[in-house]
């Protein structure tokens, strides 16, 4: 099964979906650049390195099946 990024993380029923899997993995990964003084763009590489996990994701889920 492929992860699909905008995908909530969990459903709950009859309640608003929540950060998408995109979104919740760019805010941990912006956390983790945050951490070091010397980075001042947080923002774009996040978003960029989310979309390059959840590509990565992706391929080694088609190799498995």
């Not at 009859?14 to 003084?37: C, F, V, W």
Request: hydrophobic share 40%.
């Amino acid at each position: 099964m492929k992860t699909n990024p905008n995908e909530p993380i969990a459903r709950i029923e009859n309640y608003s979906t929540g950060l998408t899997k995109r979104e919740y993995m760019a805010t941990s990964i912006a956390a983790g650049l945050a951490a070091d003084p010397d980075i001042l763009d947080i923002v774009g590489p996040a978003v960029g390195i989310a979309d390059a996990l959840i590509k990565e994701l992706n391929k080694s889920i088609a190799h498995d099946e």
